[in-house]
């Protein structure tokens, strides 16, 4: 079973910067894809971003070019970089880990969540 815990939520006015990230134990991290989604008060949760072993990206439109996903193996841990950022991305962010077969990616295991939230 993968522990995934997440870490840099906090508040920001819009137009800040923020980054989240995630440390994965219990599984060889590299080999994992990864990924976060996060769930805005009142409604369901959403891919954000996601990442492949082989460090292949895939972004929500909502956030191409204001995101960044990256991965470091070594610290086994995910990262997410958040520029330029809107009061419609205020949510709790997940984290979360799983396998990836040819272009599909499944997630099995979620962390705790961090809030994250942007002022106007």
């Known amino acids: 079973q993968v522990r995934l815990v997440e870490s840099g939520g906090g508040l920001v006015q819009a137009g800040g910067s923020l980054r989240l990230s995630c440390t994965a134990s219990?599984?060889?991290?590299?080999?994992?894809?990864m990924g976060w989604y996060r769930q805005p008060p009142g409604k369901q949760r959403e891919m954000v971003a996601t990442?492949?072993?082989?460090?292949?990206?895939n972004y929500a439109d909502s956030v191409k070019g204001r995101f960044t996903i990256s991965r470091d193996n070594a610290k086994s841990t995910v990262y997410l970089q958040m520029n330029s950022l809107k009061p419609e991305d205020t949510a709790v962010y997940y984290c979360?880990?799983?396998?990836?077969?040819?272009?599909?990616?499944?997630?099995?295991?979620w962390g705790q969540g961090t809030q994250v939230t942007v002022s106007s």
């Open positions: 979360t880990a799983g396998t990836q077969y040819r272009s599909t990616r499944t997630f099995t295991s």
């Open positions: 219990g599984s060889i991290f590299s080999s994992n894809a």
């Open positions: 990442i492949g072993s082989s460090d292949s990206t």
